[in-house]
């Protein structure tokens, strides 16, 4: 039996219809009216909408009910799997003590500078077995799983050095294969100057080499890493040093996505524009010329995703936070990840991003939807696989505890997913 018919559910946004960008960035495209269900077979969708259509297309396609496994939907509402196009999975320690220098006047630069923040988890990351950064990010990927989670991108970065940065890329292949949660892996190196190239007067330029000669090479040799990303910041790595890197690694035949413009206007923006990166991230303080460039992009063939990070904003504490109404208004389809990390984002939860999202960025929980499924989905150039409920698609859905969609972001920091459904399959919550 490999059928799979989820049934009675009050509502299902299937998120149909590709790409949203503009005012179709509000559409769910859901169905109402209760005793709703989906159909999947062989780990892909099989039909979707009222039962009666439902089971019709069952028997249309040559199969009988009686060969599903069902799951009892109760009311509530289907959703396709989130998708975090946007953490940072493998990390070791925690760093609240710099989260409360923060709170008493530290900058995120300044810590960074002194050698703490992304290099203090650079220290125990390098130094915790590969057993140890296993395990906790096993149990990082159950709460996400838990949270409605399905996909998620995941990082390295916390290595620097070529050994280190491709160990950490092996235990993401090694999470990927033990599943159930589909990971697809980022090779960021360039994430922060390491220790022994500061100081000297060309060191982050000498790095970039180190990254764009040495690493990078290895890296698409072991075809182990999906995207390339760069920390593209004023006082970390210039336009002109990411734009370096983000050519070798397209020469290369990986795809690229950035840290672009989150503290400061750094040509971040108009870079991934320029570039054919498949999304700019953070994007808390990008410049006109920057948003211009986007919208550019997104009425081109070729759009760049903005995937912004409100849970990053909000724990930095500077009430600064990415002018999403702005990129809507211009055309660039938006995304939201949680940018899990210890420094400025210890959360694992899409559905409190959504919830930071429409608070603080005034998004509707329709496009903060959106922005974690089918938008979310194409910054990771999945998107004809994931991210929406249409027949052929990959059977990755969550059932929610809430009838409708307005309620997921509403109910604050809960963990409203009751039956979570990988490839067609139940793997977590009730089945
Ligand atoms: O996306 N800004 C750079 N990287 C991460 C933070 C990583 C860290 O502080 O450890 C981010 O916010
Ligand atoms: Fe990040």
């Known amino acids: 039996m490999s059928g799979l018919l989820v049934a009675g559910a009050g509502s299902v946004a299937t998120l ?30 099989l039909a979707v909408g009222p039962a009666a259509d439902v089971y019709r297309q069952i028997v249309a396609a040559g199969h009988s009910p009686a060969e599903f496994e069902h799951v009892d939907a109760d009311g ?4 396709p799997g989130l998708i975090d196009a ?50 906790a990010a096993r149990g990082r990927l159950d709460e996400m799983l838990a949270c409605g989670t399905t996909t998620a991108e995941a990082k390295s970065g916390y290595g620097l050095d070529v050994a280190a940065e491709l160990r950490l890329l092996r235990i993401i292949g090694q999470l990927e294969a033990e599943g159930p949660m ?26 970039v080499a180190e990254v764009v000669d040495r690493q990078l090479p290895q890296v698409a040799a072991q075809g182990i890493a999906e995207f390339c990303d ?32 989150e503290l400061a206007p ?69 995304a939201l990840a949680t940018d899990l990390n210890p420094g400025t984002s210890p959360t694992v939860s899409l559905p409190l991003v959504m919830s930071i999202a429409c608070v603080e960025m005034g998004l509707s929980p329709a496009e903060a939807l959106v922005a ?10 999945l998107g004809s696989e994931i991210g929406s409920i249409e027949p052929g698609r990959q059977a990755d859905l969550v059932v929610w505890n809430v ?18 459904i990988v490839g067609g399959r139940v793997v977590a919550g009730r089945a």
Request: contains cysteine; neutral net charge.
């Open 16 to 45: 149909a219809g590709g790409l949203r960008r503009g005012a179709a960035q509000a559409d769910a495209a859901a169905l109402d009216g209760g005793d709703l269900a989906v159909a999947c077979w062989g780990g892909r969708v």
């Open 76 to 79: 509530g509402l289907i959703t």
């Open 86 to 135: 946007h953490t940072h999975l493998i990390f070791a320690g925690t760093r609240e003590q710099e989260w409360q220098m923060r709170a008493h006047g530290a900058g995120y630069l300044e810590v960074l500078a002194a050698g703490g923040g992304i290099l203090s988890t650079v220290a125990a990351t390098r130094d915790a077995s590969d057993e140890r950064l296993l395990s």
């Open 182 to 207: 589909r990971l697809v892996p980022t090779y960021l190196g360039a994430h922060a100057v390491p220790e022994q190239y500061r100081g000297r007067p060309d060191g982050t330029d000498e790095f």
């Open 230 to 261: 760069v920390f593209c910041e004023r006082g970390v790595f210039s336009a002109n040093q990411t734009a370096r890197i983000l050519a070798a690694a397209t020469s290369l035949g990986m795809r690229t996505r950035i840290h672009a413009d």
């Open 266 to 334: 750094s040509g971040g923006a108009e870079l991934a524009a320029g570039s054919g990166c498949l999304s700019a991230d953070h994007l808390a303080a990008p410049s006109d010329a920057g948003v211009a460039a986007l919208a550019r992009a997104a009425a081109s063939p070729n759009p760049v995703v903005a995937t912004l990070l409100p849970a990053t904003s909000w724990f930095l504490g500077k009430h600064h936070f990415a002018p999403a109404r702005r990129f809507i208004d211009a055309g660039i389809p938006v």
């Open 372 to 381: 974690v499924t089918v938008n979310a989905a194409h910054s990771l150039g």
């Open 403 to 420: 009838p409708t969609f307005e309620q997921l972001p509403y109910w604050l920091g809960t963990r409203p997913a009751r039956t979570v």
